[in-house]
């Protein structure tokens, strides 16, 4: 009955799996023996960060901050602290200058700013003092020079607590490799568990878990061989276990399932390997394909952790289906009926479940317009808050408190009132004048200009600059100040002419109360580009603000179009493969609501801060700007395989009958249980990672958690069957020439 050239050919590779079944389970075996000491190398080479690029403005103007300014981006914080001394006793200062001898003697270390220079750095009671050690190094060079600098760092009877860029990524990536682990140490058991109660036996429970463990392993492997040339983000750890699992012990499950299923015809173990690979093969294929689709997508931003995010779901994903279609038919052609040995409970895929589903299916169709219309009120309730959405970035709050890091940013924030501000930093260089005087009368003039001009946006409430002294001073009178730069008395001053002022260019720091990683900061930063600084000058606009503004623009600019890239080529995907026009569209549409709820609920929890103390996590206001691209091209892909597992088992129905009920209600009543024991498991993988340190690992579990629930039993047991009974016949209705032109492929899982 397999007509169709794509059929045969998976019949036949079925066919040939169980005749040569040993083979291929030596096969995989040396595979694991292979990547089994690779896996666990996949952390050495993963990076933190990747959030950013070079080809972003405020990128760019770091370069010149660098260059014309002579301002390395790259820092980390010391903070001592004292109970017996005030900060400028000579017990307080001779520790701290004792602490920082060795330290600034080394070449990676450009300049060392503590309280003797700058007194703003000393808390208000005269306890602690931050210190800044700034380098000449990127960000993963700097995290591993803390391990030198440490040692040389001996406060003596002083507090010390090391924070910054540096310490808190390097606790970011051990953070993210703990949460790895904790999560596989619960994700594993609580799935054989769930697939336990799905078959009911020991032996088909612990399949599928298996053959999606050896899945990561390999795929884990693929990663840290391929992370030695191309750079990839730490959270790839997070990605490719949540995705192994989850997808690895799905498509077991799904084939699993069918095999048994024929055994129970009267199938032999051959017949029932071979007819399992051609139905339930190929709609792990496609289904695979289609997640493929969603997660490749990433691959096109600009940014290092979508980018590898994105290479690390391609490993896994293809590893996942390599493993369901050539592994498990080899096991299940050895184990045959071995597979419902040593039954422990019922198995929840029994007869009844299955006139559960077809009850439920057929009690839907009877009143489709009261189901429906409830229903797309209720998804859009859970949607709602997605209209309040805030993207921003992560900052320290991502880490638990108990960290070293963490610690040392809350006390910058609570004690010394840093990082509650924004702050943003402005070049106004001369162009192509290196050696142009900033302080001649007429630069002054047009220096300050541009500051007065800076104080008056809203919003801001201070700029500090060389012109920007006193609301008192006027452009002449700077210029008489700075006639002779040498003779300046004043210490502020002089910090300023020191630190701010280079040949051809000049920094001024605006600051303001806003919140440093919201929109308004963001419009801040658009208002101050939006300068017209006049002829042969130009503005550079950096700091954490502008950074953001940047990724959130660049990601955004293009996540449309990639989006509507998927869209299309999933599109066409199902039109192929269920020769219906209308079908695919209900079917992005259904995903689409799916998403947008899980959306409502990210914004609702993690930026409102709803459920924060229950989940452990500190609100910052935001959502992370790629974590609404991440979560959509993952929910995508899973959501559409549940569909194709759904449409399948009704396309197969309606070819029988012509009767559009009747197997909207039989492919319900066949898939209905296996799709919500799939589903189950995935969303157990998911908020196993609940526990995570880390609140964006937090964040996507519990996103895509509550999208695979809503999908499975929200959409696909009521909007679904809702919909395709009022849509009737036109469900699949295609228009002669087109059914002419489009491959044929037979797929009745």
């Known amino acids: 009955r397999l007509v169709h050239w794509y059929a045969t050919l998976m019949y036949s590779l079925g066919l040939t799996i169980y005749r040569k079944r040993w083979t291929v389970l030596a096969f995989w075996a040396v595979l694991l023996l292979i990547a089994l000491p690779l896996a666990p190398r996949a952390t050495n080479a993963l990076k933190p960060g990747g959030f950013s690029n070079d080809s972003l403005p405020s990128a760019q103007a770091r370069a010149v901050f660098r260059d014309k300014l002579d301002l390395t981006p790259m820092s980390f914080e010391l903070i001592f602290r004292s109970e017996t001394y005030g900060a400028y006793e000579d017990g307080f200062t001779g520790d701290l200058q004792a602490a920082l001898a060795q330290i600034g003697a080394r070449p990676e270390v450009t300049r060392i700013i503590t309280h003797l220079d700058d007194p703003a750095r000393v808390s208000p009671d005269g306890l602690s003092v931050h210190v800044t050690i700034g380098l000449n190094l990127d960000l993963e060079d700097a995290r591993e020079f803390l391990e030198t600098a440490r040692p040389l760092i001996d406060p003596g009877d002083l507090e010390l607590t090391f924070t910054g860029g540096p310490p808190l990524y390097a606790d970011i990536s051990l953070s993210s490799e703990r949460d790895v682990r904790r999560a596989e140490i619960l994700a594993f058991p609580l799935s054989t568990i769930a697939l336990l109660l799905v078959f009911g036996t020991l032996i088909a429970a612990f399949l599928p878990a298996t053959v999606g463990g050896v899945g990561v392993v390999l795929a884990l492997a693929a990663v840290a061989l391929i992370s030695r040339g191309v750079d990839m983000s730490v959270f790839v750890l997070n990605i490719v276990t949540l995705l192994g699992i989850g997808l690895g012990i799905d498509y077991s499950l799904f084939f699993t399932s069918r095999f048994r299923e024929q055994l129970a015809a009267g199938d032999s173990v051959e017949q029932a390997v071979a007819t399992a690979q051609a139905t339930a093969g190929t709609a792990i294929l496609f289904s695979g394909v289609t997640s493929l689709i969603g997660l490749a997508s990433l691959t096109a931003f600009e940014f290092m952790m979508l980018r590898s995010v994105g290479i690390g779901a391609v490993i896994v994903i293809t590893a996942a289906i390599f493993a369901a279609l050539t592994l498990m038919p080899a096991v299940l052609g050895i184990l045959g009926p071995r597979i419902n040995a040593f039954r422990v409970i019922p198995p929840f895929l029994s007869r009844t479940d299955r006139d559960m589903w077809g009850t439920l299916s057929r009690w839907v169709m009877a009143r489709p317009l009261m189901v429906a219309v409830p229903t797309v009120l209720f998804l859009l309730l859970l949607a709602s808050p997605v209209r309040g959405i805030r993207l921003g970035t992560v900052d320290a709050t991502i880490l638990p408190p108990e960290l070293e890091s963490r610690r040392g940013f809350d006390i910058l ?337």
């Open 413 to 749: 924030r609570d004690e010394f009132g840093l990082l509650n501000q924004t702050q943003i930093p402005v070049a106004y260089v001369f162009d192509e004048a290196e050696d142009i005087d900033p302080l001649s009368p007429g630069n002054l003039e047009r220096l300050y200009a541009f500051g007065r001009a800076l104080e008056g946006l809203d919003e801001v409430t201070q700029v500090r600059s060389i012109v920007n002294m006193s609301p008192d001073l006027d452009a002449s009178t700077y210029a008489m100040l700075y006639r002779v730069p040498e003779a300046v008395t004043d210490l502020a001053m002089q910090t300023l002419l020191r630190d701010s002022v280079r040949d051809g260019a000049v920094l001024f720091l605006v600051e303001s109360e806003i919140e440093p990683f919201g929109p308004e900061a963001s419009s801040l930063v658009s208002d101050i580009r939006a300068f017209d600084p006049g002829p042969e000058v130009t503005l550079f606009v950096d700091g954490g603000s502008a950074e953001i503004k940047d990724v959130v623009d660049s990601l955004y600019s293009r996540f449309p179009i990639v989006a509507g890239i998927v869209i299309i080529a999933t599109y066409l995907s199902l039109l192929i493969l269920f020769r219906s026009v209308i079908l695919p569209i209900k079917a992005i549409l259904l995903n689409v609501m799916s998403i947008l709820a899980s959306y409502g609920a990210l914004v609702f929890i993690f930026q409102d801060g709803h459920f924060a103390s229950l989940l452990n996590f500190e609100p910052i206001g935001v959502i992370e700007a790629t974590t609404p691209i991440l979560l959509f091209s993952i929910i995508f892909g899973l959501s559409m395989d549940y569909e194709i597992f759904l449409l399948s088992r009704i396309s197969e129905a309606y070819k029988r009958s012509g009767d559009n009920t009747a197997s909207v209600a039989e492919g319900l009543k066949r898939s209905g249980g296996i799709i919500t024991g799939a589903a189950s498991i995935l969303i157990v993988v998911s908020l196993s990672f609940l526990v995570a340190d880390v609140v964006l690992v937090k964040a996507i579990g519990l996103g895509l958690a509550i999208a695979i629930f809503v999908d499975v039993t929200i959409v696909r047991a009521l909007l679904a069957p809702a919909i395709m009974r009022l849509l009737g016949p036109l469900n699949w209705w295609i228009p002669r020439w087109l059914d002419r032109i489009l491959p044929r492929i037979d797929i009745s899982p």
